[in-house]
């Protein structure tokens, strides 16, 4: 633990995490959105059993893992699509700045709690590929 300067508390979420991939509550497969019962939908697009919902279940049931650690993970490491990480600071300063819209958090940025809602409305026009609009903001979160 000490020689890699991991705290007891992320030593225990990399334990939670090997165990849950030894368990067969995570594989490769399930994160990265392959299913071998993957199955055609109504259009004929192939969709995986294993959305967004069931991947972020079983990592929030993991000790140590928060929504916004999941949210990081689905967006940067599994490149999943449809993916707004409101609980992220920088997510939430980008959209305010974007859409010259005033929350309720202190000095009008938006409130991850309170403002949600209008957050998730902003960027409904871009579902099912909200991670794209997710990675502008992090570029307009420096704009004034």
């Known amino acids: 633990r000490a020689p890699a300067g991991l705290s007891n508390a992320k030593c225990n979420c990399i334990i939670g995490i090997a165990t849950s991939f030894r368990e067969g509550i ?4 399930l994160l990265l ?16 059993p294993n959305g967004d919902d069931e991947v972020r279940s079983r990592l929030l049931g993991i000790k140590g893992l928060g929504p916004w650690s999941v949210d990081m993970f689905l967006l940067f490491q599994c490149h ?22 005033k929350g309720r958090a202190k000095g009008g ?5 309170k403002d949600e809602h209008v957050i998730k409305e902003l960027h409904e026009p ?3 590929y909200r991670s794209i609009s997710s990675y502008y903001m992090y570029k307009c979160s420096g704009m004034k």
């Open 126 to 128: 871009f579902a099912p």
């Open 33 to 48: 959105g392959g299913n071998e019962e993957e199955e055609n939908d109504d259009d004929g697009v192939k969709s995986s």
């Open 80 to 101: 999943r699509s449809d993916i707004l990480p409101v609980g992220d600071l920088a997510f939430r300063n980008g959209t305010s700045n974007l859409w010259k819209v």
């Open 109 to 113: 940025g938006f409130c991850q709690k």
């Open 26 to 29: 995570l594989s490769d497969r």
